[in-house]
């Protein structure tokens, strides 16, 4: 079965080695709690918040040797409540956990997104 996998980091600074390093230990971390390898991912779609261009966030996949994940970055809803220097990721993945099962990781300043959701998983960081 195909299930999403959600997540989100914070930045400090809107700076390529940020921007790649928050999100490299994102995925890392979405992938060990859902014992995900990347040829059981099917796709991942990144989204930054407004204030963020330096660079796409996708790359950070490619970084930590996920060459053939299908990945996509897509602009998040600029919301004046939304939350600042956001990375937010939604991982397709092969599993056999039920949807109450998936782990989804917030780190960081995006704990405050989804306290609700696994918050033994998520860091304060």
């Known amino acids: 079965m195909i299930r999403g996998i959600r997540g989100a980091t914070t930045v400090e600074q809107d700076t390529a080695e940020e ?46 040797g996920w060459q053939y994940v299908p990945v996509i970055c897509m602009r998040e809803l600029d919301v004046p409540h939304g939350l600042p220097k956001t990375v937010r990721v939604l991982m397709h993945a092969e599993t056999d956990r039920k949807p109450q099962e998936v ?3 917030y780190l960081r300043g995006a704990v405050v997104l989804r306290e609700d ?9």
């Not at 490299?24 to 059981?40: G, K, T």
């Not at 696994?118 to 304060?124: E, F, I, K, L, Y």
């Open 19 to 64: 921007i790649l390093e928050r999100t490299a230990e994102l995925l890392q971390a979405i992938a060990r709690a859902n014992q995900v390898e990347p040829d059981e991912m099917a796709s991942i779609c990144f989204t930054l918040s407004a204030d963020l261009h330096a660079t796409f966030p996708a790359e950070a996949a490619r970084r930590i």
């Open 117 to 125: 959701l696994n918050p033994d998983v998520s860091s304060r960081g």
């Open 103 to 105: 782990r989804h990781v």
